[in-house]
């Protein structure tokens, strides 16, 4: 993580970025609005309010979004320094396949914070520029004390930002928290519905914590089953390519789909003992519901060279992909004779639309 960095286009122009955080190929941006907002704006007149929070969290997108295409445009990557001219970092488009930006807050904007469409249409946002949620502060900092580990604080805050642009919120963000703790992210938005209200729902959050963390309840999709916990935690430990893809496959999977993978892999481990070990299967179970646009796919196998198997498994995890219709997916392969380990190896894979419709 990174505080007060500065940056250059091509016509020497120089911007600040407030704070940046890589997150293997995540970029987070945070750009703070600390003012506070005026007396004008609080006796309701509508036209100053609107000024003030166009020039200051509505001018958070611009920020963001012309670093993100400033990155994403040099090839060789775009240095980063502090003011005195040190070069810190060079971002590369590698690190920033996703950009998720943050207005941080000092004060509280109301209910209506999280309702971008809403913003969108009054004028104050602009539905053309980066979309920035915004966080206060001290609510932020009661998140990420509440959550476990920094896997969940990534995901929550990965989510967070895709469910801002997907549909409008009513709640401030405590109330949003609490949503994602007592049911998960993976459902919503329900199909159909343009906002979504969350009010009330941080009344509930103290009933979700323990010694200081939440513990996410059965009807939460964060809610994992014994085997994935294990899952979770050997994919954390051994960090494997795209290990946070994979994390975050795991934690948006309900535990009702878990129980359908763990049933599917058992069915595959007794047809594997019958198979010559020169062969594969693949089965998969889909995840179609709200943010969620994933297979979980799965193999048991027998001893076998590791780059045919790895040929073979990948073939299969992008042969579900297009046959489930959905955008990406994650593959657990377990080797006969290993089954001490939560799994052999893992894959995740996020199709391009043209490669999607290329192989269907």
Known sequence: MFRNLFWFDEQGKRYETDIIAVAVNRLFIFEA???????????????????????????AGTQAGRLAHEIKRRSDGLPMFTEDGHKIITLTADMAEEVIAFSLTIDQLGTIANARQLLETVGILDDKAFRVPPLMVSEFEKVLEALPDEIYRLHYLTRRHQLYGAVDII?????VFATYVMRGFSSLPPQGYNSISALGASYYLDNF????????????????????DRVLRYMVERKPDRYLDLAFSVLDIPADIQQRFEEMMKELRAAAQKLDSDQIQVGSVPVKRGLMSLVVAGSVYGDMDREVRNDALTRGLADAIVNRGVQS???????????QYPYSVSLFLRMKPSEASSKS
């Open 209 to 228: 914590i323990q010694g200081g963390h939440v513990v996410f309840p059965p009807g939460s999709s964060l809610a994992n089953t014994r085997y994935f």
């Open 33 to 59: 609005k600390g003012a506070l907002l005026p007396d004008r704006i609080r006796t309701g007149n509508f036209a100053k309010a609107k000024s003030f929070l166009k020039d200051t969290h509505g001018f």
């Open 171 to 175: 709640g401030d963000e405590l109330d």
């Open 329 to 339: 997916g994650f593959l657990i392969g377990r080797e006969l004779g290993f089954e």
